[in-house]
């Protein structure tokens, strides 16, 4: 087992974003990509297509593939990532919160629109954290995600975005009473915009209020990925009109700490402790 170098732990703490090599390994790699295949195949109740009507390719998304597959349970329960997490945010423990997928087929145009993640997730907390896995090679040619570093240190949420234009979320988000997000591409010379080559089996760790967004996919190369959303311990429910309609039936009181079989814990810090 590797640890986060103390350079890795304040990177994540003044940039919100670390780039892992190497997480997975070749195998694990192999085996989330043929889930995520299967899942393009057969897609399940939580499936979602981010195309806007008319648009050319696919960008697909799902979530909440470890209840139904145990593959996806895997890259929780089998890899260094919730670990690694856990040391990055500094957690005495971590819990599972949910995982989803992003695949852009080769000449898919449309954006990931420019958002925060935590504005979409019924909770508080500065510990939450994504562990995005690259399942193909992703470069800036094929869709690579830019992080604006250190946005998560901007004092708090912005209003969702919707990823499709039309559709009742787009409808539902701009009723959201957070402020508008700042327009990051009239802003592009002036911030600090991280975007990282990727191989299969690389991760990028970020934190949960850090604005990214990408680029489409026009090119002939696959750009699939997962991502293993983890809470920490200061993370409390909190439920509101922008929360992801899963997320929202889990039936915890405000103010409550995660719990339940929705919610596993994967690491202690304890267990890291006794093993050294």
């Given at each position: 087992?590797?640890?986060?170098s103390?350079?890795?732990?304040?990177s994540?703490a003044?940039?919100?974003?670390?780039?892992l090599?190497?997480?997975?390994?070749?195998?694990?790699?192999?085996?989330l990509?043929?889930?995520?295949?299967r899942?393009?195949?057969?897609?399940?109740?939580?499936?979602?297509?981010?195309?806007?009507?008319?648009t050319?390719?696919?960008?697909?998304?799902?979530?909440?593939?470890?209840?139904?597959?145990?593959?996806?349970?895997?890259?929780?329960?089998?890899t260094?990532?919730?670990?690694?997490?856990?040391?990055?945010?500094?957690?005495?423990?971590?819990?599972?919160?949910?995982?989803?997928?992003?695949?852009?087929?080769?000449?898919?145009?449309?954006?990931?629109?420019?958002?925060?993640?935590?504005?979409y997730?019924?909770v508080?907390?500065?510990?939450?954290?994504?562990?995005?896995?690259?399942?193909?090679?992703?470069?800036?040619?094929?869709?690579?995600?830019?992080?604006?570093?250190?946005?998560?240190?901007w004092?708090?949420?912005?209003?969702?975005a919707?990823?499709?234009?039309?559709?009742?979320?787009?409808?539902?988000?701009?009723?959201?009473?957070?402020p508008?997000?700042?327009?990051?591409e009239?802003?592009?010379?002036?911030?600090?915009?991280?975007?990282?080559?990727?191989?299969?089996?690389?991760?990028?760790?970020f934190?949960?209020?850090?604005?990214?967004?990408?680029?489409?996919?026009?090119?002939d190369?696959?750009?699939?990925s997962?991502?293993?959303?983890f809470?920490?311990?200061d993370?409390?429910?909190?439920?509101h009109?922008?929360?992801?309609?899963?997320?929202?039936?889990?039936?915890?009181?405000?103010?409550?700490?995660?719990?339940?079989?929705?919610?596993?814990?994967?690491?202690?810090?304890?267990?890291?402790?006794?093993?050294?």
């Open positions: 087992m590797r640890s986060p103390t350079a890795e732990i304040e994540f003044r940039d919100g974003v670390v780039h090599p190497g997480l997975l390994v070749p195998a694990m790699t192999a085996r990509g043929a889930a995520v295949d899942a393009m195949a057969r897609p399940g109740p939580m499936a979602l297509d981010f195309n806007d009507r008319g050319p390719g696919r960008f697909f998304g799902d979530m909440f593939m470890w209840r139904r597959d145990p593959d996806f349970g895997a890259a929780f329960f089998e260094e990532a919730a670990r690694m997490a856990g040391l990055l945010m500094g957690a005495t423990h971590v819990h599972l919160f949910y995982d989803q997928i992003f695949a852009k087929e080769p000449g898919t145009p449309q954006r990931t629109p420019w958002h925060q993640d935590s504005p997730w019924p508080t907390g500065e510990m939450l954290a994504t562990a995005y896995l690259a399942l193909d090679a992703i470069d800036p040619a094929n869709g690579a995600v830019e992080y604006v570093a250190g946005s998560h240190r004092g708090g949420d912005f209003a969702p919707p990823f499709r234009e039309g559709g009742r979320d787009a409808r539902r988000y701009v009723k959201s009473p957070l508008p997000l700042p327009d990051i009239a802003q592009r010379a002036t911030l600090d915009l991280r975007r990282f080559v990727l191989e299969p089996g690389d991760a990028v760790v934190h949960g209020r850090l604005i990214h967004g990408a680029g489409g996919n026009p090119s190369r696959r750009r699939r997962v991502a293993l959303r809470a920490g311990d993370v409390r429910w909190r439920p009109s922008g929360t992801f309609r899963p997320l929202a039936q889990a039936g915890l009181a405000a103010g409550a700490p995660l719990s339940g079989p929705l919610f596993p814990i994967l690491w202690r810090a304890e267990d890291d402790a006794q093993a050294s």
